[in-house]
């Protein structure tokens, strides 16, 4: 039974140098004419349509006609995405390249994103990072759910669609940078695995109880020992 990883991608996989904003405000002034409070609002580990809708809502737009505009919404930060995160400095975490290539050769685990970006966007920033966005085979997205802790069970699902194999949180670790990565984890039943490569310390992340908290991802070795210890009825 091979192990399903699902990493979460600002902060965990890649850090985006405040790309990920620039890409909302464009795309909400051409559609609302308006940004909200982008500036302060704290993006992290919130979902793409979460952000839109509390940053519209703030400024007195319904919340019905923020929902009907969020594909609208998506297809433009995709597209300033494409312009601008090449010349934005993204790059992957400390330890990762060395980490997914330690993963591409293992036969024992199903490559996965759980990340609150956009099916659209998510490869979009992969790439410009320097990460083959086609090694992740399963992905749950904030396009698929406003509400994070929904994204396991669509991240599960679709593992097994793919694969044949019936995942649960038993054989399942997420892997994000913020309590809410820690949050969707046990929402999922899966295991909680952070790393303080975000916007969170250790300390902060620790209040939260994950089940593996790492400074960043550079000891390979190391990482895929948490990663692929046995679970609970694993
Ligand atoms: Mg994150």
């Known amino acids: 039974m091979p192990k399903l990883l699902l990493f979460d991608i600002d902060g965990t996989l890649i850090r985006t140098n405040g790309a990920g904003r620039e890409t909302i405000r464009f795309a909400l002034e051409a559609l609302f004419g308006a940004a909200g409070p982008v500036e302060t609002y704290k993006f992290s580990g919130k979902t793409d349509p979460r952000i839109i809708i509390d940053l519209m809502t703030a400024v007195g737009f319904p919340r019905e006609e923020v929902e009907a505009k969020l594909p609208a919404v998506y297809e433009l930060m995709a597209q300033k995405g494409q312009e601008i995160f090449a010349q934005r400095g993204m790059r992957p975490c400390t330890g990762v390249p060395e980490l997914l290539t330690a993963l591409r050769e293992r036969d024992d685990v199903v490559l996965g994103l759980l990340t609150g970006n956009s099916q659209i966007t998510a490869p979009i920033k992969l790439s410009a990072a320097g990460i083959d966005p086609d090694q992740f085979i399963v992905g749950a997205y904030g396009s698929d759910a406003m509400n994070r802790n929904e994204l396991p069970q669509i991240g599960l699902e679709r593992a097994k669609q793919l694969t044949g194999h019936s995942f649960n949180g038993k054989n399942t ?48 070795e190391e990482v895929l020992r948490i990663l692929f210890a046995a679970q609970e009825n694993d």
């Not at 916007?199 to 390979?220: C, I, M, N, R």
């Open 173 to 220: 670790v997420i892997i994000g940078d913020t309590p809410a990565d820690i949050r969707c984890a046990r929402a999922g039943k899966a295991k909680a695995v952070v790393v303080a490569s975000g916007w969170h310390t250790v300390e902060a992340l620790a209040q939260y109880q994950p089940d593996h908290l790492f400074d960043d991802l550079s000891d390979t």
